[in-house]
């Protein structure tokens, strides 16, 4: 993995890591277009060039999975906040959460010959198509959030030009690590995770969470639960682990709908701690003592930043990785401001 800070709006450097581990995601092995890599392609200077890049104000097509999520209305402003500073005309497509409908409105967007794409897959695994549906009208990928399931771009012979979004594994780690100091280092800690399993990003939550966690020996994780990145669903999928695991006294939420959902799920009286990816404007207390967030906002307008610098003749980074906002008791997460 190969990180560098972009260039970023004034106010926002100050949110950027620059770190040198392992990635989140491969950039693919290449298409019938590129012909490698998206990384050595973007390395070589062979990232394809659509006509419309050239014009006046040229078009970028964004897709993203819904609004009902906090995070994507935030993140769907800062794609539009940015294009209008940048001078690119935007046309954003939701998918309401359908595989199927995010590939039909990334090819009709493609058939307009956009400069590029902005991906925020509603799934890893089929965002691979519409990467490969891209990749053969010529068009570069720029994702954000989702990474895209590595062994699908392959199988796709598909890539993308980059990679931008929250360093996962920090966060998932920073959760871990405000846990052992609130509790204690060697406190006895039973973990239940309201998760969503097949996605690249709460995989690599859980994976970072479990690493820092395992520094006590006295802390294991008992139950994961698939929160479905839904309140509903987490609510559900909550009382159904507490149910069956009594002993759970912490609860790891590797997004912010499945904060929402575990905290409804618990009694007022519950001795059980909820940590993890933060629920947009629930103050936190007690019960929900710490969480970490993401600027969705800030990451719509760095996706179009980078494709400007592009544009304009810079070489992108293959993997951009921004540091995750730390906020504990009393505090309350903005809008904007969600796991």
Excluded: H
């Excluded at 006046?56 to 993203?64: G, H, M, R």
């Excluded at 198509?129 to 392959?154: S, Y």
């Excluded at 906002?325 to 904007?336: N, R, S, Y």
């Amino acid at each position: 993995m190969k990180l560098r800070i972009p260039a970023l709006a004034a106010g926002l450097a100050a949110t950027t890591l620059v770190l040198g581990a392992c990635g989140a995601v491969d950039t693919g092995t290449g298409s019938s277009n590129s012909g490698s890599s998206g990384a050595a392609t973007a390395a070589s200077g062979e990232i394809p060039r659509p006509e419309s890049c050239d014009d006046e104000t040229p078009f970028v097509a964004v897709a993203l999975p819904n609004l009902t999520n906090p995070y994507y209305v935030a993140m769907k402003a800062g794609f539009e906040e940015a294009a209008e500073a940048n001078g690119f005309e935007v046309e954003v497509q939701i998918a309401d959460d359908d595989d199927a409908n995010q590939l039909a409105q990334a090819q009709s967007m493609l058939q307009k010959k956009p400069c590029a794409l902005a991906l925020n897959a509603v799934k890893s695994e089929p965002g691979a198509a519409i990467v490969k549906a891209a990749n053969d009208a010529g068009v570069p990928v720029f994702t954000v959030n989702v990474g895209i399931d590595p062994e699908a771009l392959e199988s796709q012979g598909a890539s993308i030009v980059q990679y931008l979004g929250a360093d996962n594994t920090a966060g998932g780690r920073q959760t871990a690590e405000q846990v052992l100091a609130d509790l204690g280092a060697d406190a006895e800690i039973k973990v239940g995770f309201v998760t969503e399993p097949d996605e690249t990003p709460t995989q690599m939550r859980d994976a970072g969470f479990e690493e820092a966690l395992s520094a006590n020996p006295n802390a294991s994780v008992v139950a994961k639960v698939d929160g479905n990145v839904k309140p509903d669903d987490s609510l559900r999928a909550t009382t159904e682990m507490l149910s069956g695991n009594p002993d759970i006294n912490v609860i790891f939420a590797s997004t912010g709908p499945a904060a929402y959902g575990a905290l409804q799920a618990l009694g007022a009286n519950s001795a059980v701690k909820v940590y993890g990816f933060c629920a947009s404007e629930e103050t936190l207390t007690d019960a929900y003592p710490a969480c970490v967030a993401q600027e969705p906002n800030a990451y719509g307008q760095q996706v179009i930043e980078q494709i400007r610098a592009w544009v304009d003749g810079a070489e992108p980074e293959a993997e951009i990785l921004q540091s995750l906002k730390l906020f504990t008791v009393g505090q309350t997460p903005a809008p904007g401001e969600v796991g």
